[in-house]
């Protein structure tokens, strides 16, 4: 298609595994299965749910097993699972609860679905973009809304009709979505550019963009009011990833944002845009924030911790929060872990992510991704009361362990994060951290010379050596470099790095959407597959081979005076469309800022001159479909 594009590291190990191995397989008999060979009891992964306005049914979005749940959250049990598509992300479920909808993350569409009973039905499917995760309905029924990563869009979908009806222009990697109860505006959570947008449904219109300093944001909700809004979210502290930095919230931390989607005409640009908690006790951190939900009187906040295995809640009628406004705190503040009853902690294991509240206002219902289940937690007492098995293997695989160690932040010091935080879904969250793989630190004061962006891992057990220097070749003792330098956490076990580098290499790109339907390329894209391989250009004298990079050591003009290593390892051009921004340091936000800049191919290769405009063009489109 086209488209504009805790515990001991031990304890915390077994509660994941007590988790995933938890219940039979309710659902198993009474799956509608397409595809040959589906027979295989698949896990189930929920990575998203929805539940209907008057608490039955509900909704899963199972991302491993390519199919949604229909759940009874009263009586427990599984009532149907369909198989939907390439990859589930996101699922919205209709007020009256008998119309769905799921966006499928590399499937780039959005599949209809029709319940009546104890049964779903896909009535039809729109092709919605590339790599499309949140989605949500406006509270009519009629419409749906649906956050379209690589494009940076939100679409709108007329469900009844099954077409896209418009497309708006929102910030970097859209993720989460809410709309308010009167359906006027949406909220929507910009995973990359660390902002959120407020979108005026009406008027088909970005009404604001606020930066809230975050980053890696997931679940966004709206408070019952409709004048809130909430998101989960990581911040980037910028500091060398030492022992000392980590502790102090230096290096990353958790949050939960909070922004007003109403302006008050009086108030002159007063108010504050939006106010943070840090989700940081110093000495346990909290670790990948994922999601987030408020009950109907806004007594009860609730934020899931994927890393950390546990949900977070917070109450507000007892005594104020402490939100600071338009900063936050390196870590908790201290007066909420005076017992208080306003911060308690429930242990889930396994990697909790989306979160609804029942209308009881204390019930949560949660997606437990490596648990293969959705858990019951009472808010009010801070309990797990049951969990709601959705089918899966009863043995653990040597690739699913290693998805568990990926997901573990017990793993490193303190609990602060996990190999996920940072290479977001086993690819990257576009940023850069100041850590020893390059062979130096800076420990004084920011030195952006010593930091490196986050590289995917996608095929990244096919493009060896490793590091952005290329001194690494091995990857099992990449793997421990990682966790005992990087992470400074313990020295992982033969077992562990086996299990991690199995589920390494099953981490893959989705299709291309900058191909033709039929996977060939564009007519600018071929032109530009000969200005590559040009003398001119010369950008297959190091990015070449299959994966693109010839796994040798260059010298490009980027190098630094106090570099501990010489020259840099080239990295594959695969998937280059969404690997922004550029360069080992994050230079370039842009392809073009990088070909005409400080990796342009006269300077880098040594070609005849500058290329035209249109062969930059030609020159971006190749890049763009590898």
Avoid at 31 to 52: C, F, M, N, Q
Avoid at 241 to 259: A, E, Y
Avoid at 275 to 285: E, I, N, R, V
Avoid at 372 to 398: C, F, H, N, W, Y
Wanted: aromatic residues 6%; charged residues 25%; hydrophobic residues 35%.
């Amino acid at each position: 298609m086209r488209s504009r594009v805790v515990v001991s590291v031990g304890m915390a190990l077994m509660l994941a595994v007590a988790a995933v191995r938890g219940g039979d397989s309710p659902g198993a008999a009474n799956v509608d299965r397409e595809k040959p060979g589906a027979h295989d009891e698949p896990y189930r992964s929920p990575i998203a749910l929805a539940l209907s306005a008057d608490g039955s049914p509900l909704l899963t979005a199972n991302q491993t097993a390519g199919t949604v749940s229909l759940v009874d959250p009263i009586a427990g049990k599984v009532l149907h699972e369909v198989r939907t598509g390439d990859k589930p992300a996101g699922v919205a479920l209709s007020r009256d609860g008998h119309r769905g909808a799921v966006a499928h993350w590399y499937g780039y569409d959005l599949a209809v679905l029709d319940i009546q009973g104890d049964r779903i039905a896909i009535a039809g499917r729109v092709e919605v973009g590339p790599e499309p995760r949140g989605v949500t309905i406006a509270p009519d029924g009629s419409t749906a809304f649906v956050a379209v990563g690589v494009s940076n869009e939100v679409v709108r979908v007329d469900l009844a009709a099954r077409r896209v009806t418009g497309r708006l222009a929102v910030g970097r990697e859209p993720r989460g979505l809410a709309i308010t109860p009167d359906g006027s505006r949406l909220l929507v959570g910009n995973s990359r550019s660390g902002d959120v947008s407020i979108v005026d449904v009406q008027r088909w219109r970005v009404e604001r963009t606020l930066p809230i300093d975050g980053d890696n944001l997931r679940q966004v909700t709206i408070a019952a009011d409709g004048k809130t809004g909430y998101v989960a979210h990581m911040r980037n502290r910028k500091f060398a990833t030492t022992r000392r930095n980590i502790d102090l919230g230096w290096v990353l931390g958790q949050r939960l944002t909070r922004v007003p989607l109403e302006v008050d005409a009086d108030a002159n640009g007063s108010s504050p845009s939006y106010s943070t908690l840090s989700l940081d006790p110093q000495g346990k951190a909290g670790s990948d924030a994922h999601g987030m939900a408020v009950n109907p009187s806004g007594t009860l906040l609730v934020v899931s911790l994927g890393g950390t295995h546990e949900l977070m809640i917070f109450r507000t009628d007892r005594k104020r929060l402490p939100w600071r406004d338009e900063s936050s705190r390196d870590v908790m503040a201290a007066e909420l872990l005076r017992n208080d009853g306003r911060f308690r902690r429930v242990a889930l294991g396994g990697r909790p992510t989306e979160l609804a509240f029942a209308p009881d206002g204390k019930t949560v219902y949660v997606a437990n991704y490596l648990a293969d289940a959705v858990q019951v937690v009472d808010a009010e007492s801070a309990r797990l009361v049951r969990k709601i098995p959705l089918g899966g293997p009863k043995t653990i695989s040597l690739v699913r362990r290693g998805e568990i160690l990926f997901h573990d932040a017990a793993r490193s010091f303190n609990q602060w994060y996990s190999c996920n935080t940072c290479h977001s879904d086993g690819h990257t969250n576009g940023l850069d951290f100041d850590t020893l793989n390059d062979g130096r630190q800076d420990l004084s004061t920011f030195h952006l010379r010593s930091r490196k962006r986050v590289p995917t891992l996608r095929r990244v057990t096919l493009t060896g050596p490793w590091t952005w220097h290329g001194w690494q070749t091995n990857l099992d003792d990449a793997m421990v470099e990682s966790f005992t330098k990087s992470m400074q956490g313990p020295r992982p076990s033969k077992d562990d790095v086996k299990a991690l580098v199995a589920y390494l290499g099953t981490l893959d790109y989705p299709r291309n959407p900058y191909r033709q339907p039929d996977g060939t390329l564009s007519d600018a894209a071929r032109r530009g597959q000969d200005i590559f391989r040009s003398a001119r250009a010369a950008c297959n004298t190091c990015h070449n081979g299959p994966e693109f990079t010839d796994g040798k050591i260059h010298t490009a003009g980027l190098e630094e005076s106090d570099d501990a290593y010489r020259g840099y390892n080239p990295p594959s051009l695969r998937g280059l469309y969404d690997k922004d921004p550029y360069l080992h340091d994050g230079r370039s936000k842009t392809l073009r800022d990088a070909l005409v800049g400080p990796h342009n191919p006269d300077t880098v290769a040594g070609g005849s001159g500058e290329l035209s405009d249109q062969e930059l063009d030609d020159l971006i489109a190749y890049l763009n479909s590898l």
